[in-house]
């Protein structure tokens, strides 16, 4: 399974984006999807993950009310809506799949930037 994101970029503070990620192949129902991110040095953190199988979200204190995350199971594609970014936003975002989490499934990674 191969996960690829698009979507990161370059913007100003308060404004949004939306991230992608889609597998390669259709991958089971009970496997929950989420996106973790990381800066230079520091250790990965997750924002968010959705399982569809028990139709639960979860997401990081520090963008809850500004994150969302959901998933198109007929195209088997992830989006997290991102609004209200903020400058500590800035980070590489990782699409991640799998049994558990983190599962065992990583994509290469968007950059996400936050910059007036």
């Known amino acids: 399974l191969q996960l690829v994101e698009s979507g990161g970029g370059l913007v100003q503070p308060g404004e949004s984006l939306t991230l992608s990620c889609v597998a390669s192949e259709f991958t089971a129902d009970y496997y929950v999807y989420g996106w973790f991110r990381q800066a230079p040095g520091k250790e990965r953190e997750g924002v968010s993950c959705l399982s569809s199988s028990v139709g639960s979200t979860f997401y990081a204190d520090s963008v809850k009310g500004r994150f969302t995350i959901s998933k198109d199971n007929a195209k088997d594609t992830v989006f997290l809506q991102m609004n209200r970014l903020k400058p500590s936003d800035t980070d590489v975002y990782y699409c991640?799949?799998?049994?558990?989490?983190?599962?065992?499934?990583w994509g290469q990674g968007t950059q996400v930037t936050v910059s007036s």
């Open positions: 991640n799949a799998g049994k558990t989490v983190p599962g065992r499934y």
